[in-house]
């Protein structure tokens, strides 16, 4: 896995071995950012199960402000203080070890982030509970972009019932990117 653009471009980024986080692959986060390349320059960018903060330091890398990258497994905290030392942005970002909900919690008084990415483990319901809490969140308001990785099976009949609307649904071979924004 590498950074693909920006001032870190080319650089290689470690990852966890094993199945205990799932890497967004090379060309997926290529896409992403063409799809948000101009959104992010100058941009907040909150990076929620993070794992490797692949997505995160990509963001950095294209120009964001600030990130701030939440992760619970200790290793992956590892992996991303490791990744973002390699490509010096660490001068611009945070890392916060711990549940997501109460790693939200902890940073509200930061205010509002441009751009939210979250990839939960898939199939747990966790994007649901994230979107409860944010529908009400001072990290968040009806200008922020919200990206959901998650499978293509996972369910998001509820979206518009929590006040939310879909801005882009992009279906890759193998799991999604769903973009939001607060229903104004």
Same mark, same amino acid.
């Given at each position: 896995?590498?950074?693909?653009?920006?001032?870190?471009?080319?650089?290689? !980024?470690?990852?966890?071995?094993?199945?205990?986080?799932?890497?967004?692959?090379?060309?997926? /986060?290529?896409?992403? +950012?063409?799809?948000?390349?101009?959104?992010?320059?100058?941009?907040? &960018?909150?990076?929620? &199960?993070? =794992?490797?903060?692949?997505?995160?330091?990509?963001?950095?890398?294209? =120009?964001?402000?600030?990130? %701030? +990258?939440?992760?619970?497994?200790? @290793?992956?905290?590892?992996?991303?203080?490791?990744?973002?030392?390699?490509?010096? !942005?660490?001068? #611009?970002?945070?890392?916060?070890?711990?549940?997501?909900?109460?790693?939200?919690?902890?940073?509200?008084? @930061?205010?509002? +982030?441009?751009?939210?990415?979250?990839?939960?483990?898939?199939?747990?319901? !966790?994007? /649901?509970?994230?979107?409860?809490?944010?529908?009400?969140? #001072?990290?968040?308001?009806?200008?922020?972009?919200?990206?959901?990785?998650?499978?293509?099976?996972?369910?998001?009949?509820?979206?518009?019932?929590?006040?939310?609307?879909? %801005? /882009?649904?992009?279906?890759?071979?193998?799991?999604?990117?769903?973009?939001?924004?607060?229903?104004?």
């Amino acid at each position: 896995m590498r950074v693909i653009a920006g001032t870190a471009r080319r650089l290689r !980024l470690k990852t966890l071995s094993g199945l205990e986080t799932r890497p967004t692959l090379d060309m997926v /986060k290529e896409t992403l +950012f063409n799809v948000i390349q101009v959104d992010v320059p100058g941009s907040r &960018f909150l990076d929620l &199960f993070a =794992g490797s903060g692949s997505i995160g330091i990509e963001a950095l890398s294209r =120009g964001a402000d600030e990130a %701030v +990258f939440i992760e619970n497994n200790r @290793k992956a905290v590892a992996v991303i203080n490791e990744n973002l030392a390699t490509t010096h !942005l660490a001068d #611009r970002a945070e890392v916060i070890t711990g549940d997501v909900m109460i790693g939200m919690q902890q940073i509200e008084k @930061k205010g509002v +982030f441009n751009i939210i990415h979250m990839d939960p483990p898939y199939n747990k319901d !966790l994007e /649901k509970n994230i979107l409860m809490y944010l529908r009400n969140s #001072r990290l968040c308001d009806e200008d922020t972009l919200i990206i959901i990785e998650a499978s293509q099976e996972t369910d998001f009949s509820y979206i518009e019932e929590l006040g939310y609307t879909v %801005v /882009k649904d992009k279906i890759y071979r193998h799991n999604r990117h769903l973009f939001l924004k607060k229903a104004q």
